[in-house]
């Protein structure tokens, strides 16, 4: 019985990283030649079933413009039901419980801007990584 109970209790941190996991993806991503218009990137999605029960932990992103950001890109990161603003091209963060690991996202992006953008806003790739629990 010791034995057993031993074994358990040392399989439980395996069993907590089997329930982790993560889906990324990437694709092109928009161009943006007007201020104060805003456009989506694609729907990024999981490859494969996510567990109905699973949470986000964390998330990341990295986005790569053809030229220097202009002054006031604006960047969120949207579900279907609710959307975060990104602070950088790059990063980390959490987010709220109600975005769920199996959620398409779009990343979406304007410019507080009035008239054409010289240069326009070429997003030439935006990728994300969603790690779940």
């Known amino acids: 019985m010791t034995r057993l109970l031993t074994v358990l209790l ?3 941190p395996l069993l907590a990283q089997a329930a ?3 889906w990324s993806r990437e694709s092109g991503g928009i161009l943006l030649n007007v201020g104060s218009q805003t456009m ?3 729907l990024l999605t999981p490859n494969g079933p996510i567990p109905a029960s699973a949470s986000i932990t964390r998330i990341s992103w990295r986005i790569t413009l ?3 950001p202009p002054p006031g890109l604006q960047i969120k990161l949207c579900t279907q039901a609710r959307c975060v603003a990104l602070d950088a091209l790059a990063g980390q963060r959490a987010l709220p419980a109600a975005m769920k690991p199996d959620d398409g996202f779009r990343f ?3 410019v507080n801007a009035r008239g054409q953008l010289r240069p326009p806003v070429n997003v030439v790739r935006q990728h994300l990584t969603v790690n779940y629990r």
């Open 10 to 12: 040392f399989s439980l």
């Open 20 to 22: 982790s996991g993560a």
């Open 40 to 42: 989506s990137g694609p």
């Open 66 to 68: 053809l030229n220097p």
């Open 108 to 110: 979406i992006y304007a």
